[in-house]
């Protein structure tokens, strides 16, 4: 079982408030949002690959702010965040999840299925959008598990001073809330897998699990899986 005692100073502390505070609004704009950049996608030929780049981009970014208070607090060590070495068992659980996982998603990729219309404006349809949802795969597993998992986890025990199972409700409530796009079937689906990522952390005592689960379900979607239909511009978002 992991245990965290993050101590973090006041510069370490402002900088991830305004990093969660960034989340807030972008949730509260995200129907918007989404609306505008499904349309920006549909209209050009490049408009996915030009979508993952950024994403990649801005989420490498946010995972260098999450990462300043360990270099600004002293006292703040990169376990809290859950940035160390796993036990050579949690390692060895580690990979055998990610195989099993991306075997899983492999055997049901060799079925066509349908394309959530939530997200299908988003998945690859040719080889260049495929290899950078290779990177949007891996960037989300890096980056989103050191943001939610490291971070927030980190400043709601050390800052909030909330016990790590009421830290973890918060912080995984947060994280689907940050898939709103996806409508309210994703947000319930990403809650419910930032508690099982909650969980992995716990048990391993490190962010390496989490990080190639969630890596692992990630590449479903945009590499493993393969879908009848894209998806149509005036295809809606449900609610």
């Keep these: 079982m992991v245990a965290v005692h993050p101590h973090f100073g006041p510069v370490g502390a402002t900088v991830v408030a305004l990093l969660a505070a960034w989340f807030v609004v972008r949730i509260a704009r995200s129907p918007a949002t989404v609306a505008r950049r499904r349309a920006q996608i549909e209209a050009r030929p490049d ?5 993952h780049r950024r994403y990649v ?3 490498w970014l946010l995972t260098l702010v999450a990462l300043v208070p360990l270099f600004t607090d002293p006292r703040l060590r990169p376990s809290d965040y859950g940035l160390q070495r796993p036990s050579f068992s949690g390692f060895a659980f580690a990979l055998g999840a990610f195989a099993v996982m991306v075997g899983l998603l492999a055997l049901r990729g060799r079925r066509v299925v349908s394309a959530p219309p939530r ?6 349809r040719n080889g260049r959008e495929r290899a950078w949802g ?5 960037t989300a597993g890096i980056g989103e598990e050191i943001v939610f998992r490291g971070a927030f986890l980190a400043f709601a025990v050390g800052v909030l001073h909330l016990p790590f199972i009421g ?4 912080v995984s409530l947060f994280f689907g809330l940050g898939h709103l796009y996806q409508g309210w079937t994703g947000v319930t689906a990403t809650t419910f897998f930032g508690l099982c990522a ?4 716990s048990f391993s005592g490190s962010l390496v699990l989490p ?9 479903g979607p945009f590499v493993l899986m393969r879908y009848s239909q894209p998806a149509s511009v005036g295809s809606t978002i449900p609610g």
Excluded at 134 to 138: D, E, H, K, N, Q
Aim: glycine letters at 2%; a positive charge.
């Design 47 to 51: 408009g996915r690959t030009r979508f």
């Design 57 to 59: 981009l801005s989420w």
């Design 119 to 124: 997200v299908a404006f988003l998945l690859p």
């Design 134 to 138: 290779v990177a949007t795969a891996c």
């Design 167 to 170: 830290a973890a409700l918060a």
């Design 198 to 201: 909650t969980m992995l952390y």
């Design 211 to 219: 990080i190639l689960v969630h890596t692992a379900v990630d590449l």
